[in-house]
């Protein structure tokens, strides 16, 4: 990987590590192990922001996911976050999302939150990735809810890098800006009957219980999901930079699983999920699954 990408990502890491403090130039500079100035035109040139502007979206997005979960007076959300009075915060706040922080804190309405991507991660997307090794991989009945799904389609996309050249990755931000059944933002290969004519098989969005009452955004739309039974596979922890090879471990082991060993066939007439890829907890899919009558 290239010495600029990494130096860009220890300049990202250290603003996670110290988003509530003083961070200045200099501090990126020495991070990255480059001047002030070559760090400033590698973190503009790869992340498409200054990093002054990456931090204020970062540290506005944050502060609104303690507001969303009410957790937090306003005062505190700014103060903790590094802005240096309210004034500035609201105004900051109604500049980025379109709403005051307190009527945000009263109504959370959907928002789209920054997702402060890996610059590695967008260099790894262009490695060829060989067949993963065998790893061990955790496999689990579950049962979901009938519940709607608010989701945002793309036109051709079968899989996740297609679908953000598409709509772009600025839709997990507003998912991640919601209430989740799961607690998460879910993406999905859809079946064809819950496809429109001329949408992609792959989308995201978030769960909801049946009787959702909240605001559904502009351009997404509402499906329901009957009550199914799922295999989830899980694979092991893995390092964030790691994750295409994660991916890969898990869904050979999927592609190679027969469900009769266990009573089930699969259920291809419900979608196939997959989660975030976290390093900490292992690469998440889920499929669904009918128990075989005897």
Not at 158 to 186: A, K, Q, R, T
Request: hydrophobic share 35%; aromatic share 12%.
């Amino acid at each position: 990987m290239k010495e600029q990408t990494l130096a860009v990502q220890r300049m990202q890491d250290y603003i996670e590590r110290n988003l509530a403090g003083d961070i200045n130039l200099s501090d990126l500079a020495q991070v990255s192990l480059f001047s002030p100035w070559y760090s400033y035109r590698l973190f503009r040139a790869y992340l498409d922001l200054t990093p002054t502007e990456y931090i204020r979206k970062l540290r506005l997005s944050r502060a609104a996911m303690r507001l969303r979960e009410g957790k937090s007076r306003v005062i505190d959300a700014a103060l903790d976050l590094g802005f240096s009075n309210v004034d500035t915060f609201t105004r900051a706040f109604f500049r980025e999302f379109g709403r005051n922080p307190g009527d945000y804190a009263k109504d959370p309405v959907p928002i789209p939150l920054f997702i402060p991507y890996g610059a590695k991660y967008r260099e790894l997307r262009k490695e060829r990735m060989d067949m993963p090794d065998l790893q061990t991989v955790f496999v689990q009945v579950i049962r979901k809810p009938e519940r709607l799904c608010i989701i945002k389609r793309a036109v051709h996309a079968e899989n996740y890098f297609p679908y953000c050249e598409e709509v772009s990755c600025d839709v997990w931000g507003i998912l991640m800006s919601m209430h989740s059944l799961c607690g998460e933002p879910v993406c999905m290969w859809l079946p064809q009957r819950y496809k429109k004519p001329g949408t992609s098989t792959y989308v995201q969005g978030v769960e909801v219980e049946t009787d959702y009452l909240g605001a559904v955004p502009e351009g997404f739309d509402v499906i329901r999901l009957p009550e199914a039974e799922y295999l989830m596979f899980q694979g092991q922890p893995f390092r964030e930079e790691d994750y295409c090879q994660a991916i890969q471990a898990v869904q050979h082991a999927m592609d190679g699983y027969d469900p009769t060993v266990i009573g089930y066939r699969w259920d291809d007439g419900n979608p196939r999920i997959q989660l975030e890829p976290r390093g900490q907890r292992g690469y998440i899919e889920l499929r669904a699954v009918r128990r075989i009558e005897k």
